[in-house]
């Protein structure tokens, strides 16, 4: 059974920063080391896709986050990390990783495994 656990999700100031983990459990190594993403929504919105990475570490942001997200993972550990910096109010949403997708995207479709998610409020 494939399960997906965000963590880190909080309250902070705008300027402030976060780092979110999501582990992985009973989840198949080829998997976790396929093509990763983290998405948020937030209320009233469709979830957009914001970060992904594949199993050679090769990255794809959303304009939206370029140069103040960064996503990595740790093989060893099953863990995927999006640490935030520099965070605004319009980055408030609940944060979802998301695995096994076949093709590095931020079109969530592709992804056959999520997370609960972790809720960011940036005031």
């Known amino acids: 059974h494939v399960q997906l656990v965000e963590s880190g999700g909080g309250s902070v100031q705008a300027g402030g920063s976060l780092r979110l983990s999501c582990a992985a459990s009973?989840?198949?190594?080829?998997?976790?080391?396929?093509?990763k993403g983290w998405f948020r929504q937030a209320p009233g919105k469709e979830r957009e896709g914001i970060a992904a990475?594949?199993?050679?570490?090769?990255?794809k942001y959303a304009d939206s986050v370029k140069g103040r997200f960064t996503i990595s993972k740790d093989n060893a550990n099953n863990t995927l990390y999006l640490q935030m910096n520099n965070l605004k109010p319009e980055d408030t949403a609940m944060y979802y990783c998301?695995?096994?997708?076949?093709?590095?995207?931020?079109?969530?479709?592709?992804?056959?495994?999520w997370g609960q998610g972790t809720q960011v409020t940036v005031s």
């Open positions: 998301a695995a096994d997708s076949p093709i590095l995207t931020l079109y969530p479709n592709p992804y056959n495994y």
């Open positions: 009973g989840i198949y190594s080829s998997a976790f080391m396929g093509f």
């Open positions: 990475i594949d199993s050679d570490g090769n990255t």
